[in-house]
């Protein structure tokens, strides 16, 4: 195994982890994003880095080390939007529960019963 | 602990075609029943209009499980004993909630899931498929939550004061099944499996889960199991 397979594995099982148990702190993921996005900014000035660096992991160029970051990035970015979804379902249902429970009987169509 | 007030909760969406004659068979029962509308957009209001229910409206529909909580929220808040879940969908009988409420009354169980694979009780008129995906729900469940029922996804329940006061559902959609044995198993509840039969109608089968959604249950169970 290259040492890329190893670190992209780890990575994506990290992300899955990570996730799941601590990254739900905002300031985390801005900490995440101002990274990635410095990463981002050397790697535009010095193109030959990402070739160099890519070398020492054992990938072939430095194109496809971005690529495989990418898709990483990517993954954990779907599943932060899905979880952020499903909080906010979360909260939705208990906003329609409440308004649904205070108009209970004044929005009766019928004689309501309480025995 | 006596248990002395019962309701019926019926979740419903889009069921105007059926609804009428489910309720009057309920209301039949002499027990009073909550009818959850959970956003339907037909004429619901209009033919729920003289019949002695009791009426919650979801402004938009949230899906089943968030039905039967906002059902269970309003049985807690008029200090009921115990509920029983019943599909608005002309499937189930309403002689099944005696049946179900039977084990509640005397005191032996905390929660009473209907079954309509207890005893010959309809289950041969399924399609083949349907038998398939509930045979794999039944063994999912298990690895889930360590519960083996004969049926998974029977709509009709009974819970009894414990459950009602234990039992919260968060999963909005049909993984509610699902959740109520995890919370079973969680909360040490006593239960049981009571038969019952239902009647399959074109209309209720149309409205049948699908495989697809069985994968959908699948993840909803994942996706919490993972998040605590």
Known sequence: M????????TALLATLVS?????????????LVVGVGLAGMVFVIFPDSTTRIAGWLGVGRGADLLFYIAIVALTYLVLLLYSKIKKLESRVTELVRRQALLEAGRENPSGEVRP | MTVQRIYIIV????????????LQDLLGTGYPVIVVDDGSTDALPQILAGLPVHYIRHCFNLGQGAALETGMEEARRLGADAVVHFDADGQHAAGAVSVLLAPILEGSCDIVFGSRFLERSGAGQLPFTRRLVLQAARYLNYLFTGILLSDAHNGLRALGPL?????????????????????????????????VTIRYSPYSKAKGQSLLNSVNILFDVLFKKMQK
Request: aromatic share 10%; charged share 25%.
């Open chain 1, 2 to 9: 290259k040492l890329i397979q190893l670190i992209l594995l």
């Open chain 1, 19 to 31: 996730y799941f148990r601590w990254f739900r702190k905002p300031a985390l993921d801005k900490v």
């Open chain 2, 11 to 22: 979740p419903v969406y889009n069921e105007a075609a059926v609804i009428s004659a489910t």
């Open chain 2, 163 to 195: 459950a009602l006061q234990k039992i919260r559902l968060t999963q909005d959609r049909m993984s509610h099944a699902t959740e109520i044995l995890e919370e079973v198993h969680e909360y040490g509840l006593r239960y049981r499996e009571v038969p």
